[in-house]
């Protein structure tokens, strides 16, 4: 076990390429490889594929991955490959003669991950009990419970793997899951006592807007000027409303495509494959897609229409900025929207559910607070300050000390021993006098009427806004009963403050997100297009070569040789060698033509100060004469910048230079000081002795 643990940190840079794990990660894995059931809850972009990923090297033999899209595996499985790592997927896609190859493999142990989809592993089930298996990983697990926003019956079979491998880890894992659906999934997986690891879902770099739905074509065209050339996904609720979208965006003169179920499987893969590649940035589609996108470099996301839930919301938007890098989400919603929803979840067959979920996704549409507080606490994580990154951050409403009506709200749910909802919780604390209330002996107790003088309305909007900010939670698979969290206790009883919005004084007003630029330099720019070329070369999305993130590194770090290029980020062994020489021959031409602009003598400096090169190693990469190169370093010398001489010139030789200059009859020429140094001391370096004597 501990060889296993020593040589993660090795591993996960030979492969991956990177330096460090991001949070949860290591934990994860550490109970896997202790061959325990783990469960991970993390966000988009977290990390998830390496908890399972570096797992599967480390141990002997293959890992078994259920995931539940093809694109998903293939791009999974392509990205393995780049890090040579022996990977293939399984799934009905493919031609029978590749299937078998794939079988072949697997029975000859030469693979360490297959993918298959849920549909296709009783194909395999003779195989997998005559082969190795390190561990099962099960993606997208959110699929198996009817709680979740995405649920696949096929999934429900899963449940008799654990029953059949029972000495084998299993790891779930999902990107969205409130804690009803958590539950549900370790109960359908039969892996009851599985350890559970809850990463924040906290996305920083993702700016929140949401907006009134008027005018929303008109607003998503002024949006799309100040995005240009960034790729983007375009959400709608209908077929109608994705075609028709994407004919009005290119008659604008952008390029997009629609993208819905009602397309054959060959127009869904060229649109999406046209998607990852780069050749159509702006995506207009249903919800059908998305889930086996992994494309790092998607800049934003706009919901046309409001989602049916939170879920689903988090995890659409979470589909940008996977690399990071600052991303903008938009999300419009009207009446409208809701009507239709309620009528779409009053017609499934988990209908309280799902209007339980439609109603908490309304009130985060409406909601006066801080959008990034409500969007965590919904799944249990609660922040004490404002994002200062949302449309409610940077446009806020008026506020007033809300404590004391906080405090009724927590004492009520307290007193009602956290078994109400919040209409309840409302009816109590205004002194209803109605049979619900009655009947339960309510009027009973101390926080009866406590709040009789805000009406109806204000203080069920107070009641949401606490949720919102973290203070309540609401139990969805328990009648949507309010709970107090850790935060209520600090209001309750440590004094804790609370600002809620003045309903009263609120004015509809326009948000503007804030304009979060994308730094287009040339440099990012040319190392883009040659990660173009190398995709087209390959047949692989442009970002299984690099992700936006790596080539960011790379233009902030400008490597310059191979051990400067593995320090990228996201360099590994595998690319290192296959990549290393094309992307520095670029970084070093870009440089070169960059020297008219940047001076040639700043360049040199900057070669020598920030690179950390030789007198002798730059003029051999700019193909100058030392002397040349001394001359730069002279010249920015003068002009003020810190240089340390020490290693080109010592004290001795400075004394030297003084005492000729003394016995000179001609000291004014250089030539003199190299005919008295009997022209063993170099020119440069006279000069330099010349400059440093007179300090």
């Known amino acids: 076990m501990i060889s296993k643990i020593s040589s993660l940190k090795n591993n996960l840079k030979i492969y991956f390429g990177f330096d460090e794990f991001l949070p949860n990660q290591e934990k994860i894995i550490h109970s896997v490889l202790k061959g325990k059931d783990t469960l991970a809850i993390m966000p988009t972009g977290g990390g998830k594929s390496l908890c399972f990923q570096l797992p599967a090297l480390t141990m002997e033999g293959t890992a078994i991955v259920i995931s539940p899209l093809i694109a998903l595996m293939k791009d999974q499985v392509d990205a393995l490959l780049a890090n040579g790592i022996s990977a293939a997927y399984f799934n009905s896609s493919q031609e029978v003669e590749k299937q078998q190859e794939v079988l072949n493999k697997l029975q000859k142990n030469e693979l360490k991950l297959i993918y298959v989809a849920p549909e296709s592993l009783g194909q395999l089930e003779f195989i997998l009990k005559n082969i190795k298996i390190s561990l099962f990983a099960i993606d997208e697990a959110h699929c198996i419970s009817v709680w979740g926003h995405d649920f696949r019956p096929a999934y429900k079979e899963l449940g008799k793997l654990k029953n059949q491998f029972s000495e084998i880890p299993f790891i779930a894992l999902t990107a969205t899951a409130d804690r009803a659906t958590r539950e549900d999934i370790l109960t359908q997986l039969h892996i009851p006592q599985a350890k559970t690891f809850i990463s924040s879902f906290d996305r920083p770099n993702l700016f929140l807007d949401v907006r009134p739905g008027r005018n929303r074509k008109k607003q998503i065209f002024n949006f799309l000027e100040s995005h240009e050339n960034q790729s983007g996904i375009i959400y709608c609720l209908s077929r109608k409303n994705t075609e028709k979208l994407a004919q009005d965006l290119n008659n604008k003169g952008f390029t997009a495509a629609a993208y819905h179920a009602g397309m054959t499987a060959e127009e869904r893969s060229e649109i999406q494959d046209n998607f990852l590649n780069d050749k159509t940035p702006i995506i207009v589609a249903t919800i059908a897609f998305g889930m086996g996108i992994d494309k790092s470099n998607v800049r934003w996301v706009i919901h046309y229409n409001m989602p049916k839930n939170i879920e689903g919301y988090y995890q659409e938007i979470g589909r940008s900025g996977r690399d990071g890098l600052p991303a903008d989400t938009l999300l419009f919603h009207s009446y409208a929207d809701v009507m239709l929803l309620r009528k779409f979840a009053e017609e499934s067959g988990t209908k309280e559910i799902q209007l339980a979920k439609l109603e908490r996704m309304q009130q985060f549409s409406e909601s006066l607070s801080c959008r990034r507080k409500t969007l965590l606490s919904y799944f249990g994580e609660h922040l004490e300050d404002d994002c200062g ?283 003199a000081y190299f005919k008295y140094f009997s022209e063993e001391m170099p020119y440069h370096k006279i000069k330099l002795g010349l400059l440093l004597s007179e300090e």
Request: aromatic fraction near 10%; glycine fraction near 4%; include cysteine.
């Open 389 to 671: 990154n949302c449309d409610i951050c940077k446009n806020p409403p008026q506020y007033f000390d809300g404590t004391i009506i906080a405090q009724k709200v927590c004492s009520a749910i307290a007193r009602l021993k956290e078994q109400e909802s919040i209409n309840m919780v409302v009816d109590v604390l205004r002194g209803a006098q109605n049979a619900q209330v009655y009947e339960k002996g309510y009027q009973q107790i101390k926080t009866y009427g406590a709040a009789k003088d805000i009406s109806w309305r204000d203080l069920q909007n107070y009641v949401i806004q606490l949720i919102n900010q973290g203070v309540l939670e609401i139990w969805f698979h328990e009648k949507g009963r309010l709970i107090l969290t850790p935060l209520a206790k600090a209001v309750l009883f440590e004094g804790k403050k609370i600002k809620l919005a003045n309903v009263q004084q609120l004015k509809q007003k326009k948000t503007t997100a804030e304009k979060i630029t994308f730094e287009t330099d040339k440099l990012f720019e040319k190392l883009r297009q040659l990660r173009l070329r190398l995709a087209k070369e390959e047949e692989v999305p442009a970002y299984i070569i690099f992700s936006d993130a790596s080539l960011k590194d790379m233009v902030k770090k400008t490597p310059i040789n191979y051990e400067e290029f593995s320090e990228v980020l996201g360099v590994g062994k595998a690319k290192l060698e296959k990549y290393a020489d094309e992307f520095i021959k670029v970084i070093n031409r870009h440089f070169d033509l960059k020297q008219e602009k940047l001076s040639s003598h700043h360049y040199s400096y900057k070669l020598y100060q920030e690179k950390g090169l030789s007198l002798k190693e730059i003029a051999l990469q700019r193909g100058l004469s030392e002397g040349t190169v001394f001359q730069h370093f002279l010249k920015m010398y003068k002009m003020g910048h810190d240089f340390d001489f020490s290693s080109f010139i010592t004290t001795e030789e400075i004394n030297q230079i003084k005492k000729a200059k003394k016995e000179l009859e001609n000291p004014n020429t250089l030539k």
